[in-house]
């Protein structure tokens, strides 16, 4: 079946720091792929996203560009900033179930101290 | 954009008492709802997909009659977890879709539930 697989948190960054948080996945077929992040307290929000193979998806400085060679999709950010503080959770939809249903990976606290 | 919000945030119930958790879309309306269950360090599981009107539609290994989906308007879903027990205690998450694409879900902040 389909999965994401991310690495395990908390990132711990002092402000200003370049950010990396990886992100695999396995699907059958061409998914589409996504970051959501979640503010304390709050819902998941869709922070960028990407629908084929080399797309970049990019939002509030953040980026991530879909490898379909090496099945990745990590997110980038060149200078965090202490309201970055959240976990991210790299998603995937695909054709299985008619791009209607998202599949998470475990999500990755990020810690951006001053 | 969208806010979804749930009820209550947090709960603590007795082992076999029965607890609903409120799911409302409060600027749009919603023929689909979904249900997610998380553990911690552990990924969303989704649980269910509520249709306003119809029956909702459970994942593999989801008891239906442990967790009822009642999703009687376009703006409110309900979770209830009946005769709970101490391994029903999670994170429950629900969200709104608000297009045709799993993307366009908008996510409320989820419900602590504790089983003593």
């Not at chain 1, 994401?4 to 908390?10: A, D, I, L």
């Not at chain 1, 960028?48 to 950010?77: C, I, P, Q, V, W």
């Not at chain 2, 119930?13 to 799911?23: D, L």
């Not at chain 2, 009107?53 to 879903?77: C, M, P, R």
């Amino acid at each position: 079946g389909n999965s994401v697989t991310q690495m395990e948190g908390p990132v711990t960054l002092s402000e200003e720091a370049f950010l990396t948080i990886n992100c695999t996945y396995t699907a059958t077929g061409y998914p589409s792929l996504f970051w959501y992040v979640q503010y304390p307290g709050e819902g998941l929000q869709l922070l960028l996203k990407a629908t084929k193979a080399d797309d970049k998806g990019s939002n509030k400085g953040f980026e991530a560009t879909y490898r379909k060679e090496t099945t990745s999709f990590h997110l980038e950010k060149g200078s965090v900033q202490v309201s970055d503080s959240a976990v991210y959770f790299c998603a995937l939809s695909d054709e299985d179930t008619g791009f209607q249903k998202l599949v998470f990976g475990t999500g990755t606290r990020l810690l951006v101290s001053p | 954009g969208a806010v979804v919000s749930q009820h209550p945030s947090w709960v603590i119930c007795k082992s076999g008492t029965s607890v609903k958790i409120e799911c409302r879309s409060l600027d749009f309306q919603a023929t689909t709802m979904f249900w997610y269950r998380q553990f911690p360090k552990q990924s969303l599981m989704l649980m269910a997909t509520s249709n306003e009107g119809s029956k909702a539609t459970y994942e593999q290994g989801v008891e239906k009659d442990k967790f009822l989906i009642n999703h009687a308007s376009l703006t409110l879903s309900t979770l209830t977890v009946t005769s709970a027990h101490p391994e029903d205690s999670s994170f429950y998450i629900c969200s709104a879709l608000r297009g045709a694409l799993a993307y366009e879900q908008y996510f409320g902040p989820g419900t602590r539930l504790t089983v003593t």
